[in-house]
Every structure is written in C-alpha cells, then in structure tokens.
C-alpha cells in the first residue's frame, strides 16, 4: 500500500478485520430527527470491541504484518482508545503489544489497555512525549510501530465504519465525523466518496483544538497548538497522509465548543440511552448547531466511542 490509501484498501479491510471485528448497528432516534429537522443514522462504534472504531484501523494494521514482522510485536502511543485497540488486536494475533498513554489518561482507557494484555508505558501529557516514548520501545524491541493516525491500514481500517454505516442506511446527504488526528476522517471520506461522490464530508473539531481547521485553511499543517478539551480523544495533532486526503476530499470543518459537545452527549444518553464519550457527542453537537444546513437531510454520523469515566461525568465539571 502506498502512503495515501484508497478505496480499494478499504474493501480490503473490510475482508481483513470480519472475523475480529464486530458489526455495529445503526441507530435511528424520531426524537432528533424532529429536533434536528433532518434525517439522522447513528453508526454506533462505541459498541465496537473495545468500546471505539478503534478497533477496526488496529485490527486491520496487525493482521495486515507478515509473520516476521508480527512475531517481533506492535508499539503505538495513544491518548487511550486506539492503546486499547492494538492491544486487543494483538492478542488476536497472539503478539507481543506495547502502548505509549500520557499519564494524565481517562482511567477506563488504562484499564482496557491493560485488560487486554498489552505493557503499558506512562508518559508526559504531550505528544512529543508520547512520540519519543514509541520511538525509544521500537528501538529496544523491534516492534513494528502502528501509529494511530497516520498508518495508511489504520485509515483504510477506519473506513470500514462508513462502508458498513452507507449498507445499513442507504445514501445519504451529508456525513458528520469527528476529527482529531484525522485517521477515522480520512477513511470515512474514502468510503463515503467512492460511494456516493455528492454527499458533503463534515468533520467536528473541539474548539480548543482545533489545528485541523487552521491546517485546512492555510493550505499547510499547523501543528503548534496546546489542546484545551473536554474531547480526549480529539487531542492529537493531524496526521500528514489525513491532511492531504480531508483536502483531496473537500472536507467541510466546524469547530464546536466544549459546552455544545457535553450537552449533546447528555442528550444522547437522556433520549437514545446510549452513553457515548464527549468525542463522539461532538458530532450531534455539530448538526444541532447548524440545523438549516441539514434540514431535510440524510445525514449519517459516527458515534466514535463510548469509553466514559462514569465517575467523573463532564457535566459535573461544567
């Protein structure tokens, strides 16, 4: 596979990751629907294994290795999810897995990537710390380095999402995802252009990170920037090969505070009873914001996870 994957790639992580990884359903709510004025199908991958669509890149990264190279183990580093993923992933392989986590990490996402069996590192809360703390491990051990965001079969991985999202609700209009490092981003806009060319890619970016909006509007990466986020999952920096593909793919970006991401997440829990973190609420937040933009509208959305410290629920905090 070259730098960028493509469709086809999704397609084949499709094929790769179906005997590991489970197919989620697609939740519908008449409730949103009436108070969005649109047409609303939720993917829900925070019932995926491991509690995220994380799964599905890691999955698709580690069986994608040839035995030489899986026999010497896997090394990410991760703000939690896409840890516990590979973690998991790994153990499907039978292979050795270590995970770079800053250390001020929400604990339900330590605790799975520990469950799962994986060596767990500890580092300072940035992602220059977290990159050479992966990169201090791969020289040790010779483990082949998946990172989370920027590995072209954890993008093609992601896409699967989106692939079984358009099979289970039909065209849509419009589709809304979260974009942090830009992994879950870049393949949904493969899938969801190979399908349906017109429908318009919109990406949910935390406010107080929002280097995906700066990058797309200077042409170039910004990635000087420090996250102030309730988002965790939405921290990292984006990805070179995502970059280029959200361009490529004329993604439409519409940063969101802090305060709209907690509210839609407490909606989704009061209305769907489904309990999803502030990441994957961002996305609702996104289309309740800008109602007339979806009005009357198929709008697919991704629910990226659910893994929520119940003891430390953000609207406690707000």
């Given at each position: 596979?070259?730098?960028?994957?493509?469709?086809?790639?999704?397609?084949?992580?499709?094929?790769?990751?179906a005997?590991h990884?489970?197919?989620?359903?697609?939740?519908t709510?008449?409730?949103?629907?009436?108070?969005?004025g649109?047409?609303?199908?939720?993917?829900?991958?925070?019932?995926?294994?491991t509690?995220?669509?994380?799964?599905?890149?890691?999955?698709?990264?580690?069986?994608?290795?040839?035995d030489?190279?899986a026999?010497?183990g896997?090394?990410?580093?991760?703000?939690g999810?896409?840890g516990?993923a590979?973690?998991?992933a790994?153990?499907?392989?039978?292979?050795?897995?270590?995970v770079v986590?800053?250390?001020?990490?929400?604990?339900?996402?330590?605790?799975?990537?520990?469950r799962?069996?994986?060596?767990?590192?500890?580092?300072a809360?940035?992602?220059?710390?977290?990159?050479?703390?992966?990169?201090?491990?791969?020289?040790?051990?010779?483990a082949?380095?998946?990172?989370?965001y920027?590995?072209p079969?954890?993008i093609a991985?992601?896409g699967?999402?989106?692939?079984?999202?358009?099979?289970?609700?039909?065209?849509?209009?419009?589709?809304?995802t979260?974009?942090?490092g830009?992994?879950?981003?870049?393949?949904?806009?493969?899938?969801?252009?190979?399908?349906?060319?017109?429908?318009?890619?919109?990406?949910?970016?935390?406010?107080?990170?929002?280097?995906?909006?700066?990058?797309?509007?200077?042409?170039?990466l910004?990635?000087?920037?420090v996250?102030d986020?309730?988002?965790?999952?939405?921290?990292?920096t984006l990805?070179?090969?995502?970059?280029?593909l959200?361009?490529?793919?004329r993604?439409?970006?519409v940063?969101?505070?802090?305060?709209?991401?907690?509210a839609?997440?407490?909606?989704?829990?009061?209305?769907?009873?489904?309990?999803?973190e502030?990441?994957?609420?961002?996305?609702?937040a996104?289309?309740?914001?800008?109602?007339d933009?979806?009005?009357g509208?198929?709008?697919?959305?991704?629910?990226s996870?659910?893994?929520?410290?119940?003891d430390?629920?953000?609207?406690?905090r707000?």
């Open positions: 596979m070259s730098d960028l994957p493509h469709f086809d790639d999704v397609l084949d992580a499709a094929a790769r990751i005997p990884a489970r197919l989620t359903p697609t939740l709510s008449s409730t949103l629907d009436a108070m969005s649109a047409r609303l199908f939720f993917k829900a991958e925070h019932l995926q294994r509690g995220a669509f994380k799964f599905r890149g890691a999955c698709n990264a580690v069986w994608a290795l040839d030489a190279q026999a010497r896997v090394v990410t580093h991760s703000s999810n896409h516990g590979l973690a998991l790994a153990a499907t392989r039978g292979i050795p897995c270590h986590v800053p250390e001020n990490a929400v604990e339900t996402k330590l605790a799975a990537i520990r799962n069996g994986a060596v767990l590192h500890l580092c809360p940035t992602i220059a710390a977290r990159e050479v703390g992966a990169a201090r491990i791969q020289a040790e051990t010779g082949h380095l998946v990172h989370p920027t590995n079969f954890v991985g992601q699967t999402a989106t692939l079984e999202l358009l099979e289970q609700a039909g065209p849509l209009d419009a589709l809304v979260p974009v942090g830009g992994g879950l981003a870049s393949g949904s806009a493969l899938a969801l252009h190979a399908r349906h060319p017109e429908a318009q890619l919109w990406l949910a970016e935390p406010e107080g990170a929002a280097d995906t909006a700066r990058s797309l509007a200077a042409g170039t910004q990635l000087d920037f996250p986020t309730v988002c965790d999952g939405l921290r990292g990805g070179a090969p995502d970059f280029d959200l361009r490529q793919h993604a439409r970006l940063t969101v505070s802090d305060a709209d991401t907690i839609a997440m407490r909606l989704l829990w009061q209305v769907t009873k489904q309990i999803v502030p990441s994957s609420a961002i996305v609702l996104l289309v309740l914001a800008n109602r933009a979806f009005a509208k198929r709008v697919g959305l991704v629910l996870g659910g893994n929520v410290d119940l430390a629920l953000p609207w406690s707000v």
